[in-house]
């Protein structure tokens, strides 16, 4: 399994109020925590770690530009 | 000299004046170091017929807390070495771990370390390093070829062309060796490892923890319990029975402390308190604060000077990884140098002990230093990404496997090793080529029992695997249905063993061609034709 770096998510916008929601009412450090139980969560859910480890590094590399 | 004042002393053997009166000597192996490692290295190859010196700054063994933990693989070659049965009957054996978090009366982790059952020794025994010395030292006065000399101190020493020239300091001499082959087996500070100026590259981690070894009378299970975050004082602890009614503590103290305060009793008390409860009666056996590092030299084999155990490379103890590390190093080299002693294999078969020890190293390395990571988070982000992964554990089985608070020590394989034969035929099961040999029960006895010191075949179905001069087969017969399936086998199918007990190389249906091959690939031979 490789990262998926083409369109595949049809519901996109639904995606986004979710992650955005998940925030709602949460300070700072608590939306902080909640993001790492969601990479966890996520991240057992696709399983793969050759596939992960490319994904933190597109994630890194992507907000250093 | 090393200074002995302020060391407590387990058992005291003195200083051991030389037989020759001669200003020097030439050997054939000298072992500076009689700690775990060069003692069961002086054993392995006493045990082989050869001529070996030990010598130990100390004169007596320490008593101090050093290693508790000693794995399966650890027992099985202490096995191979004679004292497997009474370190078995000493230690405390266990085999399983409970992670707490915040002091929740359940864990929120559990791990079996022995998942295949029906092996002669179990996961993992707990006994103080003391008693193992002194064993491995029972044992070695019986053979008169090796000789332990105590509060002899190698002070200088000077690679030569085909040896090594080691000056000695003694009580009341100086003296120098002339010996072939020098190993190093004098423990993380080596000595030699600073006489002859090498690096040592790695990571030292900025956290302080506090050994407790304390008796006292208390039914608890005999298991490994780690606590995250617990209400009593320090961000972590584990607790590990010893023999003896001793229990070792361990309290994670952070980085910014008073070391010497530390280890006062009326502050470690709050510790101890908290974890045992208010009512406890226990009394202080061993106090000490520790920092640790993970680190390893750039080579093992530096010409005639082989080093092995902490001398070579350290890790931190979550994990119990660092004098069973050694325990591998010292399986692994002890038969490559007693061939190469005896010219039966060019020195060259040792650059595989360097390759070899180096990928268990790097592995045990790997280990420790994300078990560290894990308990001692770098940073804001990794603090709170821990707290997830401990928040989640307690309500998701699927976060528990993230949870680390060590990984115990496994025998590793030697991946990619020169002296392995890649596998042709599928196996569907067992041990590859490089990895030990899995235990099984066989016959009135266990299956590790029947190899080591020799090269060996395993041979499944009897009378399958082709005849080899000089090579005893194993024959494991049809009805030993759990050896069977624990190496994938087949009617014909056979493994190539190693002295070391690890796979050289496996076959369906071996031909005499292939299995000479092999062995001669393993022992470091050209492949001759």
Same mark, same amino acid.
Not at chain 2, 186 to 189: Q, T
Not at chain 2, 397 to 402: K, L, N, Q, T
């Given at each position: 399994m490789s990262l998926i770096l083409?369109?595949?998510?049809?519901a996109a916008d639904d995606i986004y109020e979710a992650i955005i929601r998940?925030?709602?009412?949460?300070s700072d450090e608590e939306s902080a925590r909640a993001n790492a139980r969601l990479i966890l969560i996520l991240a057992n859910h696709i399983g793969d770690a050759s596939t992960i480890k490319e994904a933190t590094t597109l994630a890194r590399s992507a907000g250093a530009r | 000299m090393m200074r002995t004042d302020n060391i407590p002393v387990w058992k005291d053997y003195g200083y051991a004046p030389r037989k020759?009166?001669?200003p020097g000597e030439t050997l054939e192996t000298l072992i500076v170091g009689g700690g775990p490692i060069g003692l069961a290295l002086a054993l392995d190859l006493g045990r082989k017929g050869r001529d070996v010196v030990v010598i130990n700054a100390l004169p007596f063994i320490a008593?101090?807390?050093?290693?508790i933990c000693f794995s399966k693989r650890s027992l099985e070659i202490y096995d191979r070495l004679g004292v497997g049965g009474r370190l078995l009957k000493k230690g405390v054996v266990w085999e399983k771990g409970k992670v707490f978090w915040?002091?929740?009366?359940?864990?929120?982790y559990e791990f079996d370390l022995?998942?295949?059952?029906? !092996?002669?020794?179990?996961a993992f025994i707990n006994i103080q390093q003391y008693y193992v010395e002194e064993y491995l030292i029972d044992e070695i006065a019986?053979? &008169?070829n090796i000789d332990i000399r105590w509060r002899h101190e190698a002070v200088a020493v000077t690679p030569r062309g085909d040896g090594v020239l080691v000056e000695i300091e003694t009580p009341d001499e100086r003296y120098w060796i002339e010996t072939r082959y020098l190993l190093a087996c004098?423990?993380?500070?080596s000595p030699v490892r600073t006489m002859l100026g090498l690096d040592f590259e790695g990571r030292v981690f900025e956290d302080n923890f506090l050994i407790a070894d304390v008796k006292f009378r208390d039914e608890r299970p005999t298991e490994r319990w780690f606590h995250f975050d &617990?209400?009593? &004082?320090?961000a972590s602890s584990l607790v590990h029975k010893q023999p003896d009614g001793v229990w070792r503590l361990d309290f994670q103290l952070g980085w910014n402390i008073d070391k010497k305060e530390a280890v006062k009793p009326q502050n470690v008390d709050p510790f101890v308190r908290g974890l045992l409860g208010p009512d406890v009666e226990f009394e202080y056996e061993w106090l000490s604060v520790y920092t640790f590092q993970c680190r390893r030299l750039?080579?093992?084999?530096?010409d005639r000077v082989i080093f092995a155990g902490d001398a070579a490379h350290l890790v931190s103890p979550f994990g119990a990884r660092g004098c069973n590390g050694g325990m591998q190093d010292v399986d692994n080299l002890a038969w490559k140098l007693d061939r190469v002693l005896n010219g039966?294999?060019?020195?060259?078969?040792?650059e595989s002990y360097n390759s070899e020890a180096i990928t268990v190293a790097d592995v045990n390395i790997m280990h420790s230093t994300r078990s560290t990571d894990f308990m001692t988070p770098k940073s804001g982000m990794a603090s709170i990404f821990r707290d997830a992964v401990l928040e989640l554990a307690r309500a998701h089985?699927?976060?528990? &496997?993230?949870?680390?608070s060590g990984r115990l020590s496994q025998a590793a394989p030697y991946a990619n090793s020169p002296l392995s034969t890649p596998d042709a035929d599928g196996f569907a099961a067992g041990p590859e080529p490089g990895a030990p040999l899995i235990d099984a029960p066989l016959?009135?006895?266990?299956?590790?029992?029947?190899?080591?010191?020799t090269f060996k075949i395993l041979a499944f179905?009897?009378?399958a695997a082709p005849e080899i001069a000089g090579i005893d087969v194993v024959a494991v017969p049809a009805g030993a249905a759990v050896a069977r399936g624990r190496y994938g086998a087949e009617d014909g199918a056979a493994y190539l063993v190693r002295?070391? !007990?690890?796979?050289?190389a496996r076959w369906k249906r071996p031909n005499a061609e292939a299995v000479n091959a092999a062995l001669a690939r393993a022992q470091g031979l050209e492949i001759r034709r």
């Open positions: 083409t369109r595949n998510a049809p998940m925030h709602d009412g949460l | 020759s009166k001669a008593r101090g807390s050093k290693a915040k002091g929740g009366a359940e864990p929120i022995l998942p295949i059952k029906d !092996q002669k020794f179990p019986r053979y &008169p004098d423990g993380a500070k &617990p209400p009593w &004082p320090g750039a080579r093992f084999v530096h039966a294999s060019p020195p060259a078969l040792l089985d699927f976060a528990r &496997p993230f949870v680390n016959g009135d006895g266990w299956l590790l029992e029947k190899f080591g010191e179905g009897g009378g002295p070391d !007990q690890h796979v050289a």
